[in-house]
């Protein structure tokens, strides 16, 4: 059993991603896990695919538009064994924090939008990909099964994570709050896409849908978004018509307590911060004795929930020992310094 501490200080990243740059996003990542550190956190949550940005690409043109992007996006993400993500655990062990990593994972010929949480200790908690991609990131990335909806134990309590429009899912949501979940990571892009155009796709709709989570869950949630920069947009965007439609800025980073509350002082959309909240688990229960639809105030008689958990493979080898859905990761050597 896990030994959790029930008062702690937490941080949700608002920073702009190397974009496209494996080793500068895991050489960015470790120095943020440093900082957080530093500034006295236990926990910190990074954005959705933060490792390598955001494809912006996939919403600016033509699938014909996407293909210079598709090799170098691959490149540039993450197996689950790289040395890119033992960089990571190494770091987090170095700092004894825990840390919930948004990132692009590459498995074989296909990429994942995956969340892993890492402890303190360096050991991986927490392995989750995204069950559906939204919109058109279904022409790059795969999808999920119902074993990806699951929180765990850990030293900072009750711990799940949705990425993005997850969070607009109700019955992916259910899931959670239905195992207790008391830390909740909601990983998100940044906002400066189709501004004026979507405002499904805006900070201040998402900002409701996380706000939203941390009410009916009962739950602290860590809103970290991306950031991009005009010399981020240059990366992805050459005709005017482009840049019309990402724009600069787009963080929103906040910290939501288990009634709503917003815990975090508001950062300027375009700036690179931490932004801390001072987490005490207890207050859970204060909330959830007003709202509780997994417990107290649930009807199962009328509605529930069937939660298929177990993994999918798209091939079954009978006769053969089960196979896990994801592979153990590597033991973190002991003799290679520490980054």
Request: proline residues 5%.
């Amino acid at each position: 059993m896990t030994d959790t501490i029930r008062r702690f200080k937490a941080a949700a990243v608002q920073a702009e991603p190397a974009w496209l740059d494996a080793d500068a996003g895991v050489a960015k990542t470790v120095d943020l896990i440093a900082e957080a550190a530093r500034g006295g956190a236990s926990l910190i949550a990074f954005p959705e695919v933060w490792i390598p940005g955001y494809p912006h690409f996939l919403w600016l043109g033509a699938v014909a538009d996407q293909v210079p992007f598709v090799g170098r996006y691959h490149a540039a993400s993450l197996a689950f064994d790289s040395d890119g993500l033992t960089t990571i655990r190494r770091a987090a062990r170095r700092h004894g924090i825990t840390v919930a990593l948004g990132y692009s994972e590459k498995d074989h010929g296909t990429l994942y939008i995956t969340q892993t949480a890492i402890a303190a200790d360096g050991s991986v908690l927490l392995h989750r990909r995204k069950l559906k991609p939204t919109h058109v990131e279904r022409t790059l990335f795969g999808e999920g099964d119902g074993s990806d909806l699951k929180v765990v134990d850990s030293a900072v309590g009750r711990l799940g994570a949705l990425n993005c429009a997850e969070h607009v899912q109700p019955l992916s949501k259910y899931a959670l709050y239905a195992q207790n979940e008391q830390v909740h990571v909601a990983s998100w892009p940044c906002f400066g896409l189709y501004r004026d155009l979507a405002f499904q796709l805006s900070a201040e709709a998402n900002i409701a849908a996380s706000q939203v989570y941390a009410i009916e869950g009962s739950a602290f949630v860590l809103m970290a978004t991306q950031v991009i920069s005009p010399a981020g947009i240059d990366v992805f965007a050459s005709t005017p018509e482009q840049r019309r439609l990402l724009t600069a800025g787009g963080g929103c980073s906040r910290i939501f307590g288990p009634d709503g509350r917003t815990l975090t002082k508001d950062v300027d959309e375009g700036e690179e911060a931490l932004v801390y909240a001072d987490i005490d688990l207890d207050e859970i229960d204060l909330a959830k004795n007003a709202y509780d639809p997994a417990g107290h105030y649930a009807r199962a008689d009328a509605t529930y929930l069937v939660h298929r958990r177990e993994g999918r493979r798209p091939v079954v080898r009978e006769g053969s020992p089960a196979e896990s859905v994801f592979p153990a990761f590597p033991s973190l050597d002991e003799e290679i310094p520490e980054p």
